[in-house]
Each structure stands twice: as C-alpha cells, then as structure tokens.
C-alpha cells in the first residue's frame, strides 16, 4: 500500500471524525427533551454494545484480558473515562441549554490548554512566539469572561478535560480501541445502574418517548464511537501535526451551527474573544510549521 493511498485514508478518517464531531450539535438537538444526565448514560451504554460487538466481529475481544490483569493500568482508565464522561455531560449541557457557541470556543482553545499542560506537568519549555500565543489566548478567556460576567466554564471545562483524557491516555500504553473498550465498560455498571433508576422511577425517555427519541439514544453509541475509531485511524495514518490542522473542523463547523442553526448571538466582546483565540492559533501554528521545517532540513543535512 502506498504512503499516497495511507495518507488518502488518513485524511478521510480525520476529516470525518472532526465532520461529526462538529455536526454533532444537529444530533442532539432532537433529544433536548431527555435530561442531559440519561444522554451520557445511554451514550456510554450504547457505545460500550457497539465497541465489544465491533471487537468481536474484528477478533480483537482478547487483547481486553492484559488490561483488566493490571491493576495500575485500570485506574488510570477509569480516570480517563471520568473525564471523558466529564467531558461528554458538559458538552450535552451546553448544546442543550443554548451555549453551542461557548462549546466551539472550548475546542478552540483545547491545543493551547495542551500547551500549558506541557509546560506544568511534562515541564516542556515554549519559545517566545508560542508564549505570546498562550497570552493571546489568555486574553480571549478575560475579553469572554468579561463580557458574560463570569468565567466562560462550559469552555474551560470542555477543554481542561480533553486536554488531560489526551496527557493521560498519551502515559499509558494501551491501544485506542481497547482502552476506550474498557473506559466504556468501567462506566457501564453505573450508567445502567442509573438508567434503571430512571426506568424505576417513571423518567426514563427509552421507549417512552417516542421512537424517533429511542432511535437517537441508541444512535449516540454509535455517534461516540465511529469518531473515536477514525480518529484513532488518522492519527496512525497522518502526522499529528496534519491531525492538529484537522481538529479545526470541529469547533468551526459548531461555531456555525451555533450561529445558523441555533441563532446564538456573536458580535460584540464575544467576537473579539473569538478573533483573538484564532489570533492565537494562527501564531501558534505558523510557529510549528516553522520548527518542523527547520527539523526536516537539519535531518536531510545530518
């Protein structure tokens, strides 16, 4: 197979991945019926059916028994799945209750989060040009806090979140598929622990809501799944820098959701949060395509 066709592949799996994620606003809309709380559940229990059924049909269902004899490794994960579940209630909050445009921000802002994590925790070190990225950032954050009158949470803990399931599951060896397998299994118990609570008490939208609704719940395993496995896809068919330029589609095609679809307001101090946040992107980017140039030709000069 020829690096051409890996490389085609790579940036239709990555392209897709980020498409639905980004598209992912449309899909929830139908469900702002159901609480958010009974959403993540059903997300997680429909995706941990779809990922075991997948494994099962590839022949993979083995590769799960190393994981579940370490016991290191499982905490680790049931801390990656706190935070991606985390991750997931916040971002279903937010589409829900009419912040779609406060989400985008937060994937925005998700690669210089990783920045700082990098700086604080990996004890890397920035150049000038990326220090002046992270404080245009910075100065996004203050220009949007200033003008919803409080910290723009919804964003932070989108991005925090990702940010560190991304610095943790990089410490671990484990490969994409199998450790998002576990992840979902370690929250199966109490994702149906709690829809059986809903069902007991009369709440529970699955099939009681109609059969468009029961569709779309069982439809959300599927929607958390197939992105995760094309990205993992992407990320081992492209450089992670391609990978970097392709995570843009997301928070972009939300942003416009955001504005078309949901008529959420976007002039003012929140525009210039969101200028300045692609301000800093742009920098920061411009930057690494720089640094990676200088590598390429010192390793054809060596």
Not at 21 to 26: A, E, I, R
Request: charged content about 10%; proline content about 4%; aromatic content about 12%.
């Amino acid at each position: 197979m020829s690096m051409a066709r890996l490389s085609s592949r790579g940036l239709a799996a990555g392209a897709g991945a980020f498409t639905i994620w980004g598209l992912l606003p449309l899909f929830l809309f139908p469900l702002r019926s159901v609480p958010s709380l009974q959403i993540i559940a059903h997300r997680i229990a429909w995706s941990c059916v779809f990922i075991l059924a997948w494994m099962l049909w590839r022949g993979q269902l083995a590769s799960l028994k190393p994981i579940f004899r370490q016991r290191a490794l499982l905490g680790r994960l049931l801390l990656t799945a706190l935070l991606i579940s985390t991750n997931w209630l916040v971002y279903v909050w937010g589409v829900m209750n009419g912040h779609v445009l406060d989400t985008s921000f937060g994937y925005y802002i998700n690669p210089l989060i990783n920045v700082v994590l990098g700086i604080f925790v990996l004890h890397e070190r920035l150049n000038r040009v990326q220090w002046v990225a992270v404080g245009i950032a910075a100065l996004a954050v203050l220009f949007l806090t200033l003008e919803a009158g409080h910290l723009p949470w919804i964003a932070l803990v989108l991005a925090c979140s990702f940010s560190l399931y991304g610095l943790v599951r990089k410490m671990i060896s484990v490969e994409a598929l199998p450790g998002l397998a576990t992840e979902t299994i370690l929250l199966m118990p109490l994702a149906s622990a709690f829809l059986l609570w809903c069902e007991f008490h009369g709440t529970g939208a699955f099939g009681h809501a109609g059969p468009w609704i029961t569709t779309l719940l069982v439809g959300s395993g599927i929607i958390t799944a197939v992105p995760l496995f094309l990205f993992a896809m992407a990320a081992r068919l492209l450089p992670y820098s391609t990978v970097g330029v392709l995570q843009y589609i997301g928070p972009s095609l939300q942003l416009l959701c955001g504005i078309v679809v949901f008529h959420e307001p976007f002039a003012g101090v929140r525009a210039i949060g969101f200028m300045l946040i692609w301000a800093a992107l742009a920098i920061y980017a411009l930057d690494g395509l720089r640094t990676a140039r200088s590598a390429a030709r010192a390793a054809q000069a060596a």
